[in-house]
């Protein structure tokens, strides 16, 4: 049976044509930007018998296949009877090196186009020039250029094309095999949980209808198992190839392997990849020096590549993180790139956001076209995306990272960028602020001209003392890269401003005040998209912050546990304003005794400040029948789980955790049964007062204040209140009590708020009446 593959050039001689060493310093987000601008400034000086840009494609067909080939020539040259295809290389390196290292891979993609413009006009020869022009000095050079016959033509795309079929011989055996397993298997647990099969069939209507959906699907549904197996079911339809299940949680990648572990023990063969970032998968002394001359994982990285990925592929179904560096050190390659190639012939990627929606994307390769793709994509904990993705495409620099770098100046001979590095000091330090925040329209120009200077001459220092070249030098050359990288075009979704102390600038920030755009940009990109998480309420809120609108297709589900399971009582008598919370500990410290007392057991109580947690536990020193255990600052990860492995199942002394709100506890904690039985939440949790906040407040609230107000501060705010409530009920099995504390959850505003999701909430007016209400629900589930 003839098969038809749909494919870019790119696609085909990147994959077979593409040899040498791995080498940032020659390929980089801001050379390929610089790349894109030489192009233009090439092709525009040409003269008329110049066809920029030149779109080609071709049915070609080899033995039992048909390539639909696509591309874009840089330019195609027509005069009289002869075609000339150019195809434009610029580069950092030397000219004629960069030629040497990459002849065949260059040469190939032009051919091909020289192939396919002979279809398209019939041509029985074609002259093929690679144009090479250096992105220092804009030197140009034609370093290549020969007439081919149509028949040299067509038996080098042949032989390409048939080496590509290889991959594809292999690539095929492998989706049979895979979906034969998927048309056979159906939901891999015996039972289905409670709002399960509504969000099974949900996703279901959203992945075939190529759609977009928004779930909330609370603790307990399995909205791991509810997203990903539907999306999974449907890989066997066509246009449907790939997964990319983002989450910004460890505990959430771990749930998506044991799921996906299991399943495969059931018999499905799908295959995963789970991305890891550079810096902790990087195994070379010098981290992120990725260059053949200083990292030996770099050295031939093209040549081998490919035959690790079809072997490993043999292999195993799941590619963990350990599994990556142990199969990088076999080969002697780099594991964050192989990691990412790797993505390309995997069913499912799972990942951080950042490498969908950060606009300096690692996985950027999928993308860079603009076109809509055959991807699937799930995002979990998505109430969590818009804050990250503003945070993706905000940037800061600030004087200290150059005086440090001032400090820690490589030992190199370069006075150039020593000099700019002390003018960029002194543009800070004679910058005068008269506030502590200086709005500005845009970065000021000159500071723009000596920033692209300094990016310049810092990647000369990389590209020709590379072994000079310390991770201070690095740190400040990424960050002034992505601050000059953020998009230039949408200036009205930014803050600019310097931030300043005794009118002295410190800092300059871009900050993102909507991230909608660019979640909207990335989510077209996919053929169908769900996004979920246990809270994402307000509802319209999250929708609209997630790109959405009211004709959305969402679900929200109703917590699958009994509601008699917990007692939800708001104290609205105790004001936790700033101005009053001295007044209000002592009442804060008895309403926390009044419902512990009730039942011997493990609580937390959230509180909005350290200081205000302080002071409370200091009222709590002397009381030796409860044991109070604090949240300190900057837990690692072993104080993190000591502390909560304190709070055990079938407790015989009373344990009070003191948790800041919207911290490490907040979020992604499993105390189940009766390792948690109560919450505490103390205040609205509004996220800081700051300048950044009230220009998220100014910009969402141009229309309505207070519209402002909410999508700046009480929303976020209301959504902590949720995490923290939602640490209590997590199983069927679980019994628990929850506490709102404070005087603004008598406003209508707030009302609205949290009757929305607990209707059966109880209002009580003292300490006394909430030990009572909670003396009597401990006594009703004896
Ligand atoms: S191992 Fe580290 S330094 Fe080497 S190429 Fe990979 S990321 Fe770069």
Known sequence: MIKQLNLSVHDVVDLVLRKGSLDTRVFNQSSMAEGTRLHSVFQKGQN??????????????????????????DGVIHQEDIWIIDEIKTTVEKIELFHLENEEWHLGQAIFYAYMLSLEKTLDKVYVRLTYIHQKSEEENQIFEKAYTFAELETYVFDVLRSYIEYVKKIEARIKDRNESISNFDFPYEQMRSGQDEMIKFASDIVASNSVGYVEAPTGIGKTSSALFPYIKSLVQPGKEKIF????????????????????AKGLKVTSVFLTSKDTLCINDKKRHCNPDECPFAVGYYDKVNKVIFQELENREIFTQGDILAIAKEYNICPFEFQLDLSMYVDIVVGDYNYVFDPTASLI???????????????????????????????????????????????????????LTNKLIDYFKDYECSSDHVELECVPDDLEDMLSEFLERAKTVIKDFPKEVND????????????????????????????????????????CLDSRRYIRRQTAMFSSALFFSATLSPHNFYIDLLGGNDESNTLYLPSPFALENRLVMVDG???????????????????????????????????????????????FEYTTSIDILTQNRNMDNYERSNFLSSFKENPKKTTVGFI??????????????????????????????????????????????DVGFNYAYVYPGFNRVLQAAGRVIRSEKDKGVIVLVDSRFRTSKYKELYENIWPDAIEVNSASEAGEYTSQFWEEKK
């Open 573 to 619: 008598n105790i004001s936790t304003f700033y101005k009053d919370r001295e007044r209000s500990l002592k009442e804060i410290a008895k309403l926390i005794v009044e419902v512990v007392k009730q039942k011997v057991g493990n609580y937390f109580v959230f509180f909005p400040s350290y200081e205000y947690m302080e002071k409370c536990y200091s009222l």
């Open 472 to 511: 201070t030098f690095l740190d400040v050359y990424f960050k002034v890269n992505s601050f000059l990288n953020l998009p230039q075009e949408d200036t009205d979704n930014f803050a600019y401003y310097f931030v300043a102390s005794e009118g002295k600038a410190l800092s300059i920030k871009i900050t």
């Open 660 to 705: 800041i709100m919207g911290g490490i506890f907040s979020e992604g904690i499993d105390l189940l049964s009766d390792r948690l039985i109560g919450a505490i939440i103390i205040g609205v949790c509004l996220p800081k007062i700051s300048y950044e906040n009230d220009l998220i407040k100014k910009h969402e609230g141009l229309e309505d204040s």
């Open 245 to 264: 299940y983002l989450t910004s949680k460890n505990s959430i990648k771990e749930s998506v392997f044991k799921l996906l572990y299991y399943m495969i």
């Open 365 to 419: 390769r999928y993308f860079e076209d603009g076109f809509k793709k055959p991807y699937l994509l799930l995002v979990d904990e998505a109430h969590n995306l818009p804050s990250r993705t503003r945070e993706m495409y905000s940037a800061e620099l600030s004087i200290f990272d150059f005086l440090k770098l001032k400090k820690e100046m490589p030992n190199i001979n370069s006075r150039k960028i020593k000099s």
């Open 48 to 73: 008329s018998n110049y066809i920029a840009e030149y779109p080609l494609n071709a049915y070609i067909d080899v033995d039992d296949y048909v390539f639909y080939l696509n591309g874009r020539a």
